[in-house]
């Protein structure tokens, strides 16, 4: 569907020129260098020949066909421009000219006039506002950028066209290729999902790689990104995570950068890797490219040096990682091969007077180990040591076996060398062995990612239709805050459970009411006013007898009163005590972007102070609602702590589950928190013990 | 004895204070004092009773000795409020005059407190208007004057009360007001023989709000300074400019709030640097520690709240001008304006009162 973009048997330069430091010099120039192998047709009225090529005078008087169209004239002739493509059946355009949307109010009108025409006559269009786009397996170079990258397998496409100059030529001093180069610029049609797609089946890359400010269609993102990213890894960078940095992307691009922590749930549920930096981005990007993924989280390290194999091994314990242990048999073998002061044990020293046959040596031996799963191959300059040499003789072992290994060759002058062999021969080298065990820890849950079977949802019996003709009255009504009475009786269609409860109008119906439930009681003001209800003064639990339901009455009806002057109360509700169990909080909030963002931790300061939570987006998985339990720091509490009974988990699974159903079946909830829900003892079950639903406007 | 019942033209006119500084300084002229509250609107707990806030607050100040019972027959509780729609209610009325009698016993003067309109209560069968009937009572209709004054409520309880209105104090008004109130409104209700006995002038003072209630009606959170939580706030800025400007406009009040979001540093710093009462961060944003030490080294309470700022500064909004007069130095303020701004002549001669000699 992109083809054209990519593989263009012909290319029209809109904006040729003749003039060097000219936007339109520099393109032709490099498609030109790039040796690209199809026609390339100058375009310039002013001109009869440009850097030796044959200058038109408009589109239309170019006989041949046109497979691929730069624009890089002012952008005031856009829509011209595209009714001459129409004519001349030209599908494809890379808009590299500014001047639209990013300068204001005159420049977005263009370019949503562009958008309209083009979408109706069939044209796809990069940009505008962006550098080109590079492809290094059909020659093309359609950019600015100074410096063309080398041919290799991962694809890279970013939203900053300044990022892509500067990581071309950062890729160009380490050596590192490229399949595609592509520049988003505005993304006025063509965006980050386009390009993911194609990308899936583009055989000369192996990785992809994004940097992305904002975020279009959260939803169909994730949908795409979730296919991709089985048949090859994702890696992005999404930046304006922090507040500032969202600040500074809307201003940037003019689009939000999306919550941070639907980001990151988004993220993890797609299967996408996240880099936090564009450091990482490429830190991961080489061991993918260039490395087999780990079939487990077993590592070994070899080290010429005790220091930095114990750091090593430090940062495999940080990253969750496994330090293997090595069969017997590899054990004896590294016994009888190294000297006696060596250690023979991962890590695995091999001591100061290493040699380049030792490191071959031991590391055949560790690399066939069963028990290992990858390797880290640590180097420090010595005296005696051939960099070089143990260079060559690492990645010749590398490339014969299926298991990944990655190197730190640590240190700067002596190791340069050595370094350049590591690089021709693929082997990825980390200045520091943290930043590879991270790499380690990065794949393994790429690897485990694949393992995963496909996401596998559970739907529930529910009464549907009840919650529907209930949210329609409350909309009929004016009424998108629900309360706890209406937010009870719509979670309970969805097959929680609730305490018993009873509203009481006066503390005479309170006092029956409590009889009838019998004690002990929570009594909670019942009020649209009232959010935060015990700030207010509003909540008192362990109510043991009638005249305590009298006092509580009072108190609970004159303090509302008193704190907001005009609070309507509806009355005061009567609530069963679900005695025992931990109290945890199930959220959900409407992103934006996204949809419906679940949420869940432990009540009290567990959410308020520690913001011990974890989040997903809806739909959840079987396999989303059991990490998000599991993920929370406070988990163990929830399992039982000192000899505590474990709390009923698979009735916590399912809540989520049936949650995640409800907002899925609304989506004009913007709101929903359970608060607390009372997990009891395995097998005894949850209650709601209170809930509130605030409804979408409009 | 002379019931006297202090009527207002809406509600939060300062009827309160109006009766303190009233018996107060009837108690000075060596009257004898009682207080009925025959409905109260703001119940509370003293020990085991029911009661309403303005009865304790008076019986204190004004040294009463009648129980609380008696001062406040009737209070508007959620259960009073239902069965009143339901009909169950019934005899309230029986209910005020008991009291009524026993605390008039051997008094010279009884101050009714009435309510925010002569119909008020109307629903329990207690209307301001019936007690002044039932009772025989002289009125004082006070008016908040702030913005207008209420010409047609005036005029209507004058066509009610007829010579039982002796007059009509004008509250809270402002400066600029004050000569166009004494050359044409005080000439206009002359005419209609409705006598101004008084005119209060606004008080920033007495507007002000102490950072304790403040804190109370924010459901805020103290993160420095509940030791200054009676410091009194006269204005509230909202923190949303940039620092320079910000520094420009707080520098020019003192005893003022600032409602600024907690992630605004350069904002909170500009308050702190200025003659602030109290910053109020907003959004449950919690300050960083530079700007918390700053507001310990300035004194300063600083209070956290969960709602946003345009929440917050509606709450404010919606509670300022309506709050009791609890601090010392605003009752002390408040009888001092009445005593010194209230034709006490005119009032004890349209009253029929005479002066006592104190004992």
């Known amino acids: 569907m992109l083809k054209n973009f990519f ?29 690209y192998r199809g026609e390339i047709f100058p375009v310039n009225p002013k001109a009869s020949e440009i850097q030796g090529l044959r200058a038109y005078p408009s589109i239309l008087d170019i006989n041949e066909d046109i497979d691929l169209l730069i624009y890089i004239i002012p952008p005031q002739f856009i829509l011209k421009t595209l009714d001459d493509c129409k004519k001349k059946n030209i599908d494809s355009i890379i808009a590299i000219s500014a001047g639209f949307k990013e300068t204001g109010s005159a420049g977005a009108k263009i370019e949503r006039e562009m958008l309209i025409k083009a979408k109706e006559m069939n044209i796809r269009i990069l940009g505008p506002n962006c550098l080109g786009l590079i492809d290094t397996s059909s020659c093309l170079n359609a950019t600015f950028a100074p410096g063309m990258p080398s041919e290799g397998n991962i694809a890279f496409f970013s939203q900053s066209g300044a990022l892509c100059i500067a990581i071309l030529d950062w890729a160009l001093g380490e050596g590192i290729g490229f399949s595609k180069f592509i520049s988003l610029g505005n993304k006025s049609d063509l965006g980050e999902i386009d390009f993911l797609k194609y990308l899936a089946d583009d055989e000369s890359t192996k990785v992809i790689l994004g940097y992305l400010e904002g975020i279009e269609d959260g939803r169909a993102f994730m949908r795409v990104a979730r296919e991709v990213s089985k048949k090859k890894p994702v890696i992005i960078t999404k930046s304006g995570g922090t507040s500032a940095g969202a600040k500074a992307a809307s201003s940037h691009t003019g689009s939000l950068a999306g919550s941070e922590k639907s980001i990151k749930a988004a ?64 054990q004896e073998q590294l016994r009888s091969s190294l000297p006696t002061i060596a250690s023979i044990y991962n890590p695995v020293d091999i001591i100061g007077d290493a040699d380049a046959d030792r490191y071959h040596k031991s590391l055949e031996l560790i690399i066939n180990d069963p028990n290992v799963d990858g390797v880290l191959v640590i180097l420090t ?81 529910v009464r549907q239709k009840k919650v529907g003709t209930i949210f329609a009255k409350a909309r009929k009504n004016n009424l998108l805050k629900l309360g706890e009475q209406e937010a009870r009786e719509i979670i309970s269609c969805y097959g929680f459970k609730v305490p018993k409860s009873i509203l009481a109008l006066t503390s005479r119906e309170a006092i029956l009411a409590a009889e009838q439930i019998g004690y002990p009681l929570v009594m909670k003001i019942v009020s649209p006013d009232i959010l935060h209800k015990t700030d207010v003064g509003g909540v008192k639990v362990d109510i043991e007898n009638a005249h305590q339901v009298e006092d509580a009455f009072f108190e609970i009806t004159s303090k509302s009163r008193q704190y907001l002057t005009s609070a309507t109360i509806l009355g005061v509700s009567i609530q069963e005590m679900v005695a025992g169990g931990k109290e945890v909080i199930l959220g959900v909030s409407k992103d ?62 399912e809540y989520l589950l049936r949650l995640s159903q409800l907002v899925t079946d609304f989506p004009d909830i ?29 | 004895m002379l019931p006297l019942l202090i009527e207002s033209t809406e509600s939060y006119a300062g009827k309160s204070l109006m009766c303190l500084g009233l018996g107060l300084k009837f108690q000075r002229d060596g009257f004898k004092i009682a207080y009925l509250k025959p409905l109260g609107k703001s119940p509370i707990k003293v020990g085991k009773i029911i009661t309403d806030e303005d009865a304790v607050f008076i019986q204190g100040a004004l040294h009463l000795d009648e129980p609380l019972e008696q001062l406040c027959p009737v209070v508007v509780t959620q259960d009073l409020i239902i069965d009143a729609y339901d009909g169950k209610v019934r005899g309230l009325d029986k209910k005020v005059v008991d009291a009524y009698q026993k605390i008039s016993r051997g008094k010279d003067i009884i101050l009714i407190g009435g309510g925010g309109s002569l119909h008020e209560g109307t629903f329990l069968g207690l209307s301001s208007l019936r007690i002044a009937r039932d009772f025989q009572a002289k009125v004082i209709l006070l008016d908040n004057a702030e913005h207008e004054v209420n010409v047609d409520c005036i005029l209507r309880a004058k066509e009610g009360l007829r010579n039982n209105l002796i007059g009509i104090i004008l509250n809270r008004v402002p400066p600029h007001r004050i000569d166009f109130i004494r050359q044409r409104v005080i000439p206009f209700f002359q005419k209609r023989e409705i006598d101004v006995l008084g005119i209060i002038p606004l008080d920033p003072l007495l507007n002000s709000i102490s950072v304790r209630e403040l804190q109370q009606i924010l459901n805020g959170q103290f993160l420095f300074g ?54 109020v961060l907003t959004g449950g944003l919690y300050p960083n520690d530079i700007l918390l030490a700053k507001a310990e080294e300035m004194k300063i309470p600083m209070i956290l709240v969960k709602d946003d700022t345009y929440s917050t500064v509606q709450k404010v909004d919606k509670i300022l001008g309506r709050l009791r007069v609890k601090e010392e130095k605003k009752v002390k303020l408040g009888a001092k304006l009445i005593e010194r701004e209230i034709n006490f002549t005119l009032l004890y001669k349209k009253a029929g009162l005479k002066k006592k000699r104190k004992r």
């Open chain 2, 226 to 279: 509940e030791e200054y939580d009676t410091d009194l706030i006269e204005k509230f800025f909202v923190g949303s400019m940039n620092a320079d400007k910000a520094i420009e406009y707080f520098k020019k009040s003192k005893n003022k709030a600032v409602i600024v979001g907690g992630d605004r540093p350069d904002i909170i710093l500009a308050a702190l640097e200025t003659p602030t009462a109290c910053v």
């Open chain 1, 267 to 330: 993220f993890h549920q797609a299967g996408i890797i996240r880099a936090d930096t564009v450091n990482d981005l490429f830190n991961y990007a080489l061991a993918f490219a260039c490395q087999p993924i780990p079939k487990g989280s077993r590592i070994a390290i070899l080290s010429n040096s005790g220091g930095p194999g114990i750091m090593a091994a430090d940062a495999i314990e940080q990253y969750k990682l496994n330090l293997a242990s090595f069969s017997r048999e590899t």
């Open chain 1, 7 to 35: 593989e263009p048997k012909s290319v029209v330069v809109l904006g040729a020129s003749a003039t060097p430091g000219k936007v339109g010099y520099d393109v032709l120039k490099n498609l030109i260098k790039s040796n």
């Open chain 1, 670 to 698: 913007v709101e929903l928190d359970i608060n607390p829900l009372i997990v009891k003892a395995e097998g005894e079950g949850a209650f709601a013990a209170d809930a509130r639903i605030t409804l979408e406007e409009g």
């Open chain 1, 592 to 653: 934006p972007q996204f949809g419906p963002l679940i949420m869940f931790g432990l009540g009290g300061i567990y959410v308020e102070v520690l913001k011990d939570v974890s989040f997903r987006i809806a739909p959840l998985s079987v396999k989303d609602a059991d990490e998000m339990i599991r993920e929370i720091h406070s988990f163990p509490l929830l399992k039982g702590v000192r000899g505590e009974q474990p709390t009923d988990l698979a009735a916590l699974k």
């Open chain 1, 381 to 461: 300059p010595t005296a005696v040591i051939d960099v070089q040499g143990a260079a060559e003789k690492v990645a010749n072992l590398s490339s014969e076996n299926g298991k990944p290994v990655l190197a730190s060759f640590m240190g700067k002058v002596s190791v340069e060398k050595g370094i350049k062999v590591l690089q021709r021969k693929k082997v990825p080298n980390y200045n520091y062995p943290e930043s590879a065990i991270k790499v380690f820890r990065i794949m393994s849950d790429y690897q485990n990612w694949l393992n995963a079977p496909d996401a596998s949802y559970q739907t529930f019996k």
